[in-house]
């Protein structure tokens, strides 16, 4: 936001050893981000053919000497006309909104905890926030079908604590799909949250006290809009992922747990319609980056009444 | 313990007490940060909490403000116990050290954020902001953020916010600390003439004497959890009641000495450090033969280079000395010098700069010291 006024001229005062050291992350993001993107974006305007790679190439010179460029439209017609990836989005969307309300809910108080707790204390819970990266993410789901089955330790808790007679069935519901969302996704929520909670003065809120406020009322008036920009980046950390998640909805979800992650799986690997699939995916990231720039906007919006 | 003469003008004394302090005590684990603590504040008055860093200070006013709770005692506001009121219920302000602004809020809002808190109608809060912002001088600046003003225009939104809400008691933590000296001297006499407009009762803390004398109608010294003395700056100043108090207000000479003569009206006291005793014109009460200190400011000692003619009453020598001139320093209305009496001891006088041409007693000049029967301040604490 702020760098606006310097780019014009940012390059032309470099002497080579900058420009070699900042160009390398540059030829990187190209080589390794934009030409597959564009390679994506390329294979959606293609149509299926049995071949390998499996795709009708753009560009075509056949041998009456004729280079042909087709583009073909019909991957894109045929999503807006079929409502099952319609559905799928939106219930991708869906999905992804809700496990990060419930990440938030459950990682404001745990951030404001560590950041609240002694010095001594902090880098230790800080530790067990980050300590189940050190196992596989897709280990950490797996676990979880153990946890959730019929006869796993959860149920044979509860039946024995007489709080339920039967088995119940979390495995292959919504409820599993959330809680592996909201589980493999906390600590994406916590980290920023925790810092932008450690910025804050406790002055501002005994400044509050004084003023009037009771503790609840101090937190509405002062702790929850000083910390916005950290509750922003924890929900865009959480949101992105889920949206185009996979995993999780391919390992604890049933058959009726539409995602659009998975749908584009199965386009890809299944049906083997690559063009389909990367219409697919081009569509997931139009979506994300729209709403990542309606939230820009809010926000600077919000940093320019400042 | 003391029978000197007190000050002239003695505050009124019988005044009913305001806040009382009872007995208070904060204890953090095994450290007590404000030991037993007893006092009272009057209506109206200015009373500065003078310490050094650590000396329990901030506690207690922590402990007025409702943020910390005193593990034993209690504190009553205009008849009411608050000892177990919590902050947001107590008639009490405070304006923070860090001035604490909101700063995702205007200044208007900052100022505002109180009365919104009570729910007055939208009208009244807007004209009690407004006259506030022009009683502390920030008319025009109503909608910028705190990290838009200066130090000085931050310290009068905290002012103004803490006092807009017409708190019985306002709190202020080292209310001039972030300012630098040109603009603390003028926000020193701004926030005197706020207080006399508004007649709200202040308590300041601070660790700066100066400060302190400036703004107080009392001063009450802290060290290490306890009050010392309770009394105007003039008094804290002239009659200070023990070694510390003396030594941390002003500077001071003290000596340690034994009293050799204890009558009514005067006493004497010899002292290792000096060739005559002291002769002190007044009486005190101390056992015959007891160990007491003596209190010299530098500015109650006169210098000459001829020896002064005798006093009546005083022996030959009593309230004298002669010395050696080590060090000088000429501050402009004053002349700082370090003199090392034949004994060895090292002696800090200070001389006003009466005259512009004045043959100036300078290094290495031999001097004799003497002082007025009265400003001796004999210390039995």
């Known amino acids: 936001m702020s760098t606006s006024g310097v780019r014009v001229s940012w390059l032309a005062g470099l002497n080579l050893g900058r420009r070699l050291v900042l160009g390398v992350p540059y030829v990187w993001l190209a080589l390794f981000f934009l030409v597959p993107l564009l390679i994506v974006f390329g294979i959606s305007f293609s149509t299926p053919k049995i071949a390998m790679p499996p795709i009708e190439p753009l560009f075509t010179y056949g041998a009456d000497k004729v280079l042909q460029f087709r583009l073909y439209l019909s991957n894109y017609t045929f999503i807006a006309q079929d409502s099952l990836y319609l559905a799928a989005f939106a219930n991708s969307v869906k999905i992804a909104l809700v496990s990060t309300l419930l990440a938030l809910l459950l990682g404001y108080p745990m951030a404001y905890g560590i950041a609240r707790a002694p010095k001594s204390w902090r880098s230790v819970l800080f530790l067990l926030v980050v300590l189940p990266f050190f196992t596989s993410f897709l280990l950490r789901v797996y676990a979880w079908i153990g946890l959730l089955s019929r006869s796993g330790p959860i149920n044979a808790l509860l039946l024995k604590l007489g709080i339920i007679h039967e088995p119940l069935v979390m495995l292959q519901t919504d409820f599993a799909v959330y809680l592996g969302m909201v589980y493999s996704y906390l600590p994406f929520m916590v980290l920023p949250l925790y810092s932008a909670i450690e910025k804050l003065d406790p002055s501002l809120l005994e400044a509050a006290a004084d003023l009037g406020c009771r503790p609840t009322k101090a937190f509405f008036r002062v702790t929850l809009p000083l910390t916005s920009e950290g509750i922003l980046a924890g929900c865009l950390l959480v949101f992105i992922p889920s949206v185009g998640e996979y995993v999780i909805p391919a390992v604890l979800g049933g058959p009726g747990t539409l995602m659009i992650g998975r749908v584009l799986w199965e386009e890809f690997f299944n049906n083997r319609d690559w063009p389909l699939a990367s219409s697919v995916a081009v569509l997931l990231l139009l979506l994300l980056v729209g709403f990542i720039v309606v939230l820009q906007r809010v926000q600077s919006r919000e940093a320019a009444s400042e | ?381």
């Open chain 2, 1 to 381: 313990m003391k029978t000197e003469p007190g000050p002239a003008s003695v505050p009124a004394d019988n005044a009913a007490p305001y806040v009382r302090i009872d007995r208070v005590s904060k204890r953090f684990g095994n450290h007590a940060a404000v030991q037993d603590v007893s006092l009272d504040i009057r209506k109206g008055e200015i009373f500065c909490l003078l310490g050094a860093s650590g000396c329990g200070k901030t506690t207690l006013l922590r402990m007025l403000a409702g943020f910390e709770t005193p593990s034993s005692g209690h504190i009553w506001i205009d008849g009411v116990d608050v000892t177990n009121v919590p902050p947001y219920d107590r008639p009490v302000n405070m304006m923070f050290q860090s001035y604490a602004l909101f700063p995702h809020l205007t200044v208007e809002s900052n100022v505002a954020f109180g009365l919104k808190q009570d729910g007055l109608p939208a009208t009244e809060i807007r004209d009690r902001v407004a006259d506030m912002l022009a009683m502390v001088e920030l008319k025009g600046y109503e909608k910028r953020k705190p990290h838009q003003l200066s130090g000085g225009q931050r310290q009068r939104v905290a002012l103004a916010r803490a006092l807009v809400k017409r708190p019985k008691l306002l709190l202020l933590d080292e209310p001039l600390g972030a300012l630098d000296r040109k603009l603390r001297e003028r926000t020193q006499f701004e926030l005197v003439s706020i207080q006399e407009r508004l007649g709200v009762t202040f308590v300041i803390v601070t660790h700066d004497q100066e400060e302190a004398m400036t703004l107080a109608t009392r001063i009450g010294v802290m060290c290490a959890g306890e009050i010392l003395q309770v009394a105007a700056p003039t008094e804290v100043y002239e009659y200070p009641n023990s070694r510390f108090v003396a030594d941390f207000i002003g500077s001071v000479n003290l000596f340690d000495g034994r009293l050799i003569d204890d009558e009514p009206d005067h006493v004497r006291i010899e002292c290792a450090d000096l060739k005559h005793p002291f002769y002190v014109d007044h009486g005190i009460s101390a056992s015959p033969e007891a160990q007491v200190s003596v209190a010299l400011r530098p500015e109650k000692i006169s210098l000459s280079r001829e020896e002064p003619p005798p006093v009546d009453g005083l022996n030959p020598g009593e309230n004298t000395a002669t010395g050696v001139v080590t060090d000088v320093a000429y501050l402009g209305e004053v002349s700082r010098y370090l003199v090392t009496l034949d004994g060895g001891r090292r002696i800090r006088v200070s001389q006003p700069n009466l005259h512009r041409h004045a043959e100036r007693i300078t290094w290495d000049e031999r001097v004799w010291l003497s002082w007025d029967a009265s400003a001796p301040v004999v210390l039995t604490q």
